[in-house]
């Protein structure tokens, strides 16, 4: 709740005799020698055009856009649940709209909740953009239009990936604005958002864009998001972000805030993402996203090293699916995706969203480099992602027999104990039974590889760009990084929770 205080008022100061002249001074050189009327004039004309220039209106603005502007409330069914349960479900739903959550009226029995956000008419004909989070698993979804008139509301189509959604009310000749896709916004840019935070309705705030290009926003969030600094709240979920001239360049998504109020910390996801997106919701209520069929990390400096390819970045290939275009294409564990399209990769976000945004059935290029620091083409033809549910499927590793084996055990130069991976070991790591490695079963807490996360009970899978079946084969690629002037080796480590990264570990 914003707190009220008393107004105060601030007096011009007057400067007088040796306060003009040091003012003099200042603004024209010492050494100038003027009189102290000339100074005075100076200083008010220099004063003047500055103060009507820093603090512009938004007035005329918010007028001509805000009639597009609604408030939503939702209706959601609450199952039955324990305390526990609620507060573990709301870690899964963005922090902005938990402390709504927490102080709905708790029905032990189930029951229904209400909760709010915000939208914007992209269309005369009654479709409206908003926040997957605020709509999705709705039973009843009522728009509130500036004028106050209220309209029962349907979901179009949703997208997780974005938390974008689009919804429609019957009617026509709304007023509507349009997303503006080739604004260069830039860092310091003033920005209005609109909005309905807690609920109050055609709220409006202004700030500058604090940031672009901000990753890894709403946890599966695949969007490039503008960071600003206007105030925007709990409620103010799925409102526009408008530039000085009244384009939509921005959905308000998300905030950082220790409390769930606003810290001058807010995310929206552009427009470039929001058009395309919401084009296909109103088309047909889902979204098709490219899909290359790996698992990526970033290409981090020190694996760039272990790779000899200097500062390079990008992602690289941790896994591929099985009958993916990255398997068809000849993809393999360890490879280093550089470019796309000709493009440097920043990273594994990067990536992601430039194959999610390509069109399905386009090939794209892909500028290689492998462990040994050969670089190589491969053209990709992008095929449609699969759904949640079909990738995990495709994550889950065969099911291993458990059978005896015998187990070598040897020391390495990286400071760690190693087996030969038994079946049972290879079943507790979500392997596939075919899949070599060695066992890691002691390490030295003071190694660099320990430092770096890695612990007994993790498995070594990959080492220099060679696969790992014994501890001589690690060792043997250990001394070939050697040879090679490395002083790291890039690792493939699998973890107990079936997860799997590089690292470059330090050779001693």
């Known amino acids: 709740m914003e707190q009220k205080s008393k107004p105060s008022f601030l007096k011009r100061p007057v400067m007088t005799g040796a306060a003009a002249v040091a003012l003099g001074i ?74 709504f959550l927490r102080n709905m009226p ?32 709705a039973s009843k979804i009522t728009v509130t239009l500036k004028d106050g008139k ?47 935070p807690f609920g109050l309705g055609g709220t409006a705030t202004a700030g500058i864009v604090s940031a672009l290009g901000r990753e890894d926003v709403g946890g599966q969030n695949i969007a490039d998001f503008i960071q600003i600094d206007a105030p925007i709240n709990p409620g103010n979920s799925g409102g526009p972000t408008f530039d000085m001239q009244g384009r939509v360049i921005g959905i308000n998504t998300a905030i950082v805030s220790g409390s769930g109020g606003n810290i001058g910390i807010g995310f929206a996801v552009p427009s470039s993402t929001a058009v395309r997106v919401t084009q296909q919701l109103m088309k047909g209520g889902q979204v098709a996203y490219g899909w290359l069929g790996v698992g990526i990390g970033d ?136 899949t070599s490695g060695v066992l890691i079963t002691d390490i030295d807490d003071k190694s660099d590889a320990a430092k770096k996360g890695i612990a007994a009970g993790m498995a070594i899978l990959e080492a220099n760009g060679q696969n790992v079946g014994t501890p001589k084969d690690l060792e043997n690629a250990i001394k070939d990084a050697k040879r090679q002037g490395k002083k790291s080796i890039p690792i493939y480590v699998q973890t107990p929770q079936g997860r799997g990264a590089y690292l470059a570990i330090l050779i001693g």
């Open 150 to 196: 209220e309209l029962p509301a349907k979901v179009i189509g949703t997208d997780e990936r974005t938390d974008i959604a689009v919804i429609k009310v019957e009617g026509a000749n709304y007023r509507y604005v349009q997303f503006e896709t080739n604004t260069n916004v830039r860092v310091g840019d003033w920005v209005v958002a609109i909005g309905n």
């Open 106 to 137: 708790k029905n032990k029995s189930g029951g229904e909740a209400r909760g709010g956000g915000s939208g914007f008419f992209i269309s005369a004909d009654g479709y409206i953009v908003t926040n997957n989070h605020v709509v999705s698993d």
């Open 299 to 434: 290409l981090s400096p020190d694996l760039a090293d272990a790779y000899g390819v200097g500062n390079v970045k990008g992602a690289i290939v941790g896994s591929v699916n099985v009958g993916s275009p990255a398997a068809k294409a000849g993809l393999k564990r360890g490879d280093a995706i550089v470019k796309f399209n000709d493009q440097p990769i920043n990273g594994a976000s990067d990536l992601t969203r430039r194959v999610g945004g390509t069109e399905v059935g386009k090939t794209v290029k892909l500028e290689i480099i492998d462990a040994s620091g050969k670089k190589r083409v491969a053209n990709v033809l992008i095929a449609p992602r699969p759904s949640e549910k079909q990738l995990a499927q495709l994550d889950d590793p065969k099911d291993n027999s458990v059978v005896a084996d015998t187990k070598v055990t040897s020391g390495t130069s990286l400071g760690m104990t190693v087996s030969s991976l038994t079946p049972t070991a290879k079943q507790r790591l979500r392997l596939d039974s075919d």
């Open 26 to 99: 200042a603004a024209f050189g010492a050494g100038q020698v003027l009189s102290p009327n000339l100074l005075k004039a100076q200083a008010i004309q220099a004063q003047a055009p500055m103060a009507a220039s820093a603090l512009p209106s938004f007035a005329d603005l918010v007028e001509r856009v805000s009639p597009a502007v609604v408030s939503i409330e939702v209706t959601k069914s609450i199952p039955d649940q324990s305390d526990d349960e609620l507060e573990a479900q709301l870690q899964q739903v963005p922090p902005e709209m938990r402390p």
